[in-house]
């Protein structure tokens, strides 16, 4: 059971908009920041959002995170069959002294 | 461009040892704090180890007392020294560059390609 609680699956068809949500507690994301990673099988992970909501230079805007309390959640606007991968969130936990990482969401898009 | 290369995987039997390393480039090696995170098969992704700029170590509690992180900085190399390996241990290892954000917002901006341990008899 992972630290932070993510959904198995999520699906959608192109050019929907999905989310996908991020569960923790008062010591990571209630008072730490989240990022979120898009990881394809057998690739590197990559860094999509930081910070909560920022997103590196090359992630097009389609890719939004937020976050209230101890939830965070992804929005991926207008899918691609490119955006097929899995979905991470991530925080630091002052508790744990050390990362934590949701069990990871699998998005499929239709 | 930064790069990470991960070396020196392989099989590896259960209270084996095992060491790997990531050859860094493209970036200051030694102003950044760097990471290892794991993927058993079928599983998520694991934080295992971060090792600071200035020497300071975390570890999961899954590898504590069993891993060790290091770094060579003159090398622009991080280390992943693996001792009473088990068969739980068996997982792609990715390399992970720190970068701080401000007001204390880190995350891992770049990652390697991964190396595959496997533990087993």
């Known amino acids: 059971q992972s630290v932070l609680i993510q959904p198995p699956s999520v699906s959608g068809t192109p050019g929907q908009r999905v989310t996908i949500s991020c569960s923790g507690s008062?010591?990571?994301?209630?008072?730490?920041?989240v990022n979120w990673y898009q990881h394809v099988p057998g690739t590197a992970p990559k860094l999509l959002v930081h910070?909560?909501?920022d997103r590196p230079s090359g992630v097009p805007d389609r890719f939004s995170g937020y976050k209230s309390g101890t939830s965070a959640s992804l929005a991926i606007s207008g899918l691609q069959s490119e955006d097929e991968a899995d979905y991470y969130c991530a925080s630091w936990d002052d508790s744990l002294s050390g990362w934590v990482f949701g069990g990871g969401t699998r998005l499929t898009v239709l | 461009e930064v790069q990470l290369l991960e070396s020196g995987g392989g099989l590896v039997q259960p209270g084996g040892s095992l060491r790997i390393s990531c050859a860094a480039s493209g970036f200051t090696f030694s102003s950044y704090t760097m990471n290892w995170v794991r993927q058993s098969p079928g599983k998520g992704l694991e934080w295992v180890a971060s090792?600071?700029?200035?020497?300071?170590?975390y570890d999961a509690e899954s590898v504590r007392g069993r891993f060790s992180i290091s770094r060579d900085n003159d090398k622009s190399t991080l280390y992943l020294q693996m001792n009473s390996l088990r068969a739980e241990d068996t997982a792609v290892y990715y390399c992970?560059?720190?970068?701080?954000?401000?007001?204390?917002?880190?995350?891992?901006?770049?990652w390697g390609q991964g190396v595959l341990v496997t533990v087993s008899s």
């Open positions: 008062t010591s990571n994301v209630g008072i730490k920041t």
């Open positions: 090792i600071s700029s200035g020497g300071h170590i």
């Open positions: 910070s909560d909501n």
């Open positions: 992970a560059k720190d970068t701080e954000h401000g007001s204390g917002s880190y995350c891992f901006d770049h």
